[in-house]
């Protein structure tokens, strides 16, 4: 079986792509599937954060896109910027993955958060599309353990 043992972001054009969700995104070594029908053994030297638009890189050079596939998500929006900007607080401060935007927070599902937003005057829509919440605070990417 091919092995991809290197993540890179590349603009160059790729052989073919995978598509995977946040959670499916931060892996060291396992078998995949591309999206043409391609098995291949991720075999990265540590655990990473692909992220979309990264390319896998084939033993033979190929590239093996990354894309985030679309999932359902929670649309968090508010009356105004700094409300919302108290929700994003509350939400990191329990340390959740959060994507942030100009208007609207994304996280993923979860009744408890959504009961709190809606508490604190948010407003909750249930949406589906790709996920790619903030890195962590100590680093880029998500953060696999506190040495940091």
């Not at 919440?133 to 680093?139: D, N, Q």
């Amino acid at each position: 079986m091919i092995r991809a043992a290197e993540n890179l972001h590349s603009h160059d054009e790729a052989f073919d792509s995978v598509t995977l969700t946040y959670e499916a995104r931060f892996r060291r070594r396992i078998v995949m599937t591309s999206d043409g029908g391609m098995e291949f053994l991720l075999d990265l030297p540590k655990v990473t954060d692909l992220k979309h638009g990264d390319c896998l890189v084939l033993e033979d050079g190929r590239l093996i896109k990354i894309v985030a596939a679309d999932e359902p998500l929670l649309k968090i929006t508010a009356d105004d910027p700094q409300h919302l900007t108290r929700l994003v607080w509350h939400i990191g401060n329990r340390h959740l993955p959060c994507q942030i935007e100009a208007d609207h927070i994304l996280i993923t599902p979860d009744p408890v958060i959504a009961d709190m937003v809606r508490h604190l005057g948010g407003t909750i829509a249930e949406i589906t599309q790709p996920f790619t919440p903030e890195g962590g605070a100590y680093g880029h990417g998500r953060t696999h353990s506190h040495e940091h």
